[in-house]
């Protein structure tokens, strides 16, 4: 997950964060959340990662937020991103 950060960091110029979310047993689905404030083209996105990684590192969904939620040490709180979207 950490190499799908590295190619949209530099690229775009904007935070993210990828979680891989458990759908059915065992069935995991890559999904990228970047934090923007204005609007990105989503298919621009998915078309350069799939140009720069293998088709299974290519996250399914891409959710776009103004800020992400950060935890007590003023880092991204990738379970608060998860139970929003996931429960």
């Not at 690229?11 to 970047?34: D, H, M, P, Q, T």
């Amino acid at each position: 997950m950490g190499e799908i950060e590295y190619q949209i960091r530099p690229k775009f110029g904007y935070n993210c964060s990828v979680l891989a979310i458990n759908r059915r047993s065992n069935v995991f689905e890559l999904i990228a959340f970047i934090e923007a404030n204005e609007l990105i083209n989503n298919l621009g996105v998915l078309e350069y990662l799939i140009e720069k990684l293998p088709s299974y590192m290519v996250p399914t969904k891409i959710f776009f937020l103004n800020e992400f939620p950060l935890n007590t040490s003023g880092k991204t709180d990738k379970k608060k991103l998860r139970e929003a979207f996931y429960g």
